[in-house]
């Protein structure tokens, strides 16, 4: 609330004040949503077990976006 005649804060649809983080079972709900309508995988890097498909699957990613800044330089 803000007090008679002060100015009202600005409004953004970008506004992340109004609700809290997003929790885990959150993101997997989005990953499986993105999954079933539009065919896109998004899998968390460090829970790929598989040595050789982590490394396939983080080789393809620097190669299309480029490396990562920041993180781990190793999955695990």
Known sequence: MSMHGAPLPPRSCLDRGTRGP?????MNAM???TWHCHGIV????????DDWL????TNEANRRW????????HAR
């Open 42 to 49: 998004a899998l968390p890097v460090a829970e790929i077990t």
């Open 22 to 26: 997003t929790n885990e079972n959150e």
């Open 31 to 33: 990953r499986a949503a």
């Open 66 to 73: 480029g490396r990562r800044n920041g993180g781990n330089s």
């Open 54 to 57: 982590r490394q396939a699957i």
